[in-house]
């Protein structure tokens, strides 16, 4: 509680007659995107209820802008941690094969010592990300194993047809999966730069539509069983150590992750989240990427879409206009807070006029487009870059 009072005496000295920081620095960037931060770490500390986070997580307005260094090296950072998390659940598996066919002799030492050096890598014992990424890329790359990196890019939220298009249906579809595969290519090209372009690591990735559920644009291998087939596999048994949600219509996003009867959502929580409800030890959590539409949805609420008017809502039958979508929860993987991106100084009173109007998004991150919402679950940390 005096944490909480010291904290909030430090709000009151900072903050200025409009409820935002003001008369720090001209940058709008210390300006908007700190306060709704510092404002999340004081209620959540009066929240009872435990809440999920995501793994590791990484919530932005913009690929380009928002994939900063420190943004890179926190995702290369996570990355790498899920690949030692597989790597110990591999080694884990050799010895006890090791053991079942060769009893008298015992489990091998070799794989022993790898299992060991693989839990030293991830005890949290105060060393900097930077030290920990070092040495766990090292480890990685030990040996003579190839490793293949599995990501599944889901681009639903683009695929949201416009009312206002000249183009037809099938022509606007075929216009947004084109731009997908490049936003997909792109993000492929920015993990392998990130990962050193090493030869050790192969990228597998795959495009789910949660529309349909149908897995396209299969990369990275000509072996067609290193791949889903589906969208219920996509996020179970393919265990992707990455998924990207990209940005779009928010509400054709919901809509579709809702709707389906593989009840994507709570496939994603379970994928994603420190705390799975699907009670299956021997799969590492995914590192969760969403842009604009995938940052919202990886909130508490699904409202914050509805405050600058760009998504249309009329794409989803029977919730067609704004308010119907007031306090309908999304998947509420960043200890409950909301998120809203693309902020700017055309928005502070747009913001502030939502959040009073709104009680029940009592903790709100707003994202810049160079800004990044990290989260690691397992501290319960959840910062912006």
Known sequence: MKDNLLLISFISLILGADGFLSGLSPKPKQRLSRIYPLLAQVTSNNEEDKQDYLAFGMLISSFTDGMTESTSNFFKYSLASVLVMESIQQTQVGIEENVKFSPCNGPDIDLLGKLENGDELLIDDGRSREDKTDKMMKFLQKGQEFRDIRVLYIPTAMYALRADSSNTPGKQRQRARADGKKRRNQLVGHIEKM???????????????????????????????????????????????????????????????????????????????????DGDSSKFPSVYIGKSAGAIVAGK????????????????????????????????MVGGASIFPHMSDDWISLVAEKKESSPQISQLFCLEEWDACCVEGSKEEVFVN
């Open 195 to 277: 990962m050193g372009n090493s030869e050790k690591f192969n990228i597998l990735a795959a495009t789910l539509d949660f529309d349909d559920g149908t897995i396209k644009q299969p990369t990275g291998s000509d072996d067609k069983s290193k791949f889903p087939t589906n969208g219920k596999d996509a996020l179970t048994s393919w265990n992707p150590h990455i998924i990207y949600i990209e940005g779009g219509n928010t509400f054709w996003l919901y809509h579709c992750m809702d709707k389906s009867e593989e009840n994507y959502m709570e496939l994603i929580k379970n994928a994603c989240c420190t705390q799975r409800d």
């Open 301 to 332: 609420y699904v409202e914050t879409a509805t405050w600058k008017g760009w998504d249309d809502p009329s794409v989803v039958p029977e919730k067609e206009t704004y308010d119907k979508w007031m306090g309908d929860l999304a998947l509420d």
